[in-house]
């Protein structure tokens, strides 16, 4: 309901910024969609944070991790160690509702999967969505020296993830 106070018709200066949005989106470098930055996006009065928060998913250059991967690792260090309850608080560290829940297990697997893994499960218990209660995520000493920029989250995985048209490889990581 609080969204009802920015209904208004639809124009074509709507319609002009959400086709130039979506051009730039579906670029193969973020430089175009970061120049939107520069434009008038007001027709769109949540573009420009969208754009912001997009753009924080691409690796941070101080240890290689998304602002997502960053705040659940975070929040894993901190003590919380149930799958739900990590992804509720890396909820509550968004001002917007960011992702779902499989895009964050994503994460969790990724984290899980790389070599050396950055968190880790309890022998024999596998990652699954929804968790159970024997699932209680750990971080490692690698995760540790990542998140505190001793290493670099890029070269302990392979790095293989889109962000609109921008493919996210080895090869330009």
Known sequence: MALFKYEEPITDKHLTTASK????FRSNTPAH???????DTTALPFLRDSIVRSLEEYPSDSNGLSRTAHQALTIISSGENRPEQIFIRNQEMEGQI??????????????????PPLIELPEGQTLTLPS????????????KAVLSGERDWLYITVLNQWIGGVHLSPDNS
């Open 98 to 115: 960011f992702l779902g829940d499989s895009s964050f297990w994503q994460i969790l697997h990724e984290f899980l999967e790389s070599d």
């Open 33 to 39: 969609w970061h120049s939107l930055l520069c434009e």
């Open 132 to 143: 159970n209660q024997d699932q209680i995520l750990t971080i490692t000493s690698a995760g």
């Open 21 to 24: 949005a979506w051009a730039t």
